[in-house]
């Protein structure tokens, strides 16, 4: 798999940017547009951890079962959230998995929950 990987970005199938919005606060749909372009040409971007899904729904409190692609809508591609919860910005749950997580008060915070998500937000007519 890791030589799969290191063809992968020496044959540029995978390329890597650096841009210090990275390091930012800011949330996604304040994005440079040389960050959101580059993101643009991608099928799916992967967002990894609290903190990036945290700046998806610009840090705020969504009711839990707006769906994520609601909120994401500005995005310019699919997406794929994953995150270890650690914060009360949650998004996308069904009553049922509402009702089973309720039995712990501080699931959303707590750092014992994860969850991942996946956002069709557009398809490829090709």
């Known amino acids: ?3 799969r990987w290191k063809n992968y970005l020496k044959e ?3 390329i890597t940017k650096n841009d210090p919005y990275w390091n930012s606060f800011e949330p996604f749909w304040e994005m440079p547009l040389t960050v959101q372009s580059d993101l643009d040409r991608s099928g799916l971007v992967f967002v990894k951890g609290d903190a990036n899904a945290r700046r998806v729904h610009g840090d705020l409190r969504w009711d839990f079962k707006v769906p994520t692609e609601e909120i994401a809508s500005y995005f310019g591609t699919n997406m794929c959230i994953v995150r270890t919860l650690k914060s009360e910005t949650v998004s996308g749950l069904t009553d049922e998995q509402i009702k ?4 712990c008060s501080d ?3 707590s750092g014992n929950f994860g969850e991942i998500n996946f956002c069709l937000l557009y398809t490829s007519d090709a």
């Open 12 to 14: 540029q199938t995978w």
């Open 100 to 103: 089973s997580l309720s039995s």
């Open 107 to 109: 699931w959303y915070f």
């Open 1 to 3: 798999m890791i030589s």
